[in-house]
């Protein structure tokens, strides 16, 4: 089944402790990208990639980092998290441009 | 970068037809998307237009009037499943990112 996979669903962790969210996807899709969605404020971009070893920032890439060393993977990275990095973070991927963006079921982190 | 604008909340009937506005503003306009997302889940993909005019797709149409930046989304027959937040994400020449618009959250009642 072609999907995108995002682990953990849900992580409650303290602030400083670097923690990673991980995401693949199985369609062989060159873009792959993070957003961070909260209330009332919509789905904001992170960081997104365009193809291997091809990283960008998004809107708001302040304290994460990511890397894409193969083509299925693009974890996220939050070196020393704190508690305004809560909020729901979701991984998507698709071919290039024109193309819809297939979501991955999301990751709820709550930093105290 | 791209100034996105939806209203946020529409409640409609169960039967009827509701249409969902979006406007945008941006240079290298490059498509429009609209998602559906139920809450707290993923947002799933319903339509895309890239030049102006009606697609249509079921119980859903889009609209695109590229001059205007303006597109809409219309549902029809609105069934209960139908509430939800739809967003619309406008796409970029050169670089593939999408913006994403805050959301509209449509509610439907019996």
Sequence with gaps: ?112 | GQNIDQPTEMTATEGAIVQINCTYQTSGFNGLFWYQQHAGEAPTFLSYNVLDGLEEKGRFSSFLSRSKGYSYLLLKELQMKDSASYLCAVSVYGNNRLAFGKGNQVVVIP
């Design chain 1, 1 to 112: 089944e072609a999907q995108v996979t995002q682990n953990p669903r849900y992580l409650i962790t303290v602030t400083g402790k670097k923690l990673t969210v991980t995401c693949s996807q199985n369609m062989n899709h060159e873009y792959m990208s993070w957003y961070r969605q909260d209330p009332g404020l919509g789905l904001r971009q992170i960081y997104y990639s365009m193809n291997v070893e091809v990283t960008d920032k998004g809107d708001v890439p302040e304290g994460y980092k990511v890397s894409r060393k193969e083509k299925r993977n693009f974890p996220l990275i939050l070196e020393s998290p704190s508690p305004n990095q809560t909020s729901l973070y979701f991984c998507a991927s698709s071919f290039p441009t024109g193309s819809p963006l297939h979501f991955g079921n999301g990751t709820r982190l709550t930093v105290t």
